[in-house]
């Protein structure tokens, strides 16, 4: 596709992006990840190789473990796990029987930089906010950046982190400024409306800013909240 056809295609999908009421990078990321969770739960719960595949790499970090526990079923995991503990079980006998440092075993937990999962989150965001950051110069592109949500701080910090234009990067912070302002006073009138008698209906703002609030603040729950099981 020639260069400039990809760039107007990127920049639909950015202004497309841009209506959620979340982040739209949160957003992305969590499709990616449900995409990935159920493809590979798909051949994990009868596919040999991809048990085997999953008990050699040590499976995925906490996490994304108690993330795939909410996707998969109890009974699928049953026959999903036991090449892991078995192979967690011959790696700890060898363990016991060597004479390698204790702290050794610590290794055995996956964490943010050998989770295949995570990296893949990793790759995406990168190039998500790659291809998104040069959108950001084009006057369009500002006008429906600030009639939108925002990026939550997360990926602000991550964008602000990329070379971007001093002009675009304070444009950002500002509007982020704007916004949190914003929902402090919806906030107040969603408690004032809550407490009053007879209630007082609530605007669309109103009515989803606390959860709108915390994404922004801290990114999409999806992508940082384990299983509650
Ligand atoms: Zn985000
Ligand atoms: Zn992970």
Redesign the pocket.
Known sequence: MPQILKLMDDKTQFLRDLQTR??????H?VRALDDYLAGFIAGFVDKNEVQEQYAAEGGFCPLHTWQLDQWASRRGLAKAYPKLLDRMASVLSEHARSEKPLTEVAELIKGPLTCHICELLRDEEGAYINKVTPLLAAEEVKESYAHSQG??????AAVLNHPVAAETGRFLIAQAALRFGEMARQMEIYTSKHDSLPRQTLSRDEKDVVLRAM??LY??RR?HLQGSA
């Open positions: 979340g982040c739209p990078v949160c957003d990321l990026f939550c701080m997360i990926h602000l994404i922004h990114g999409a992508l």
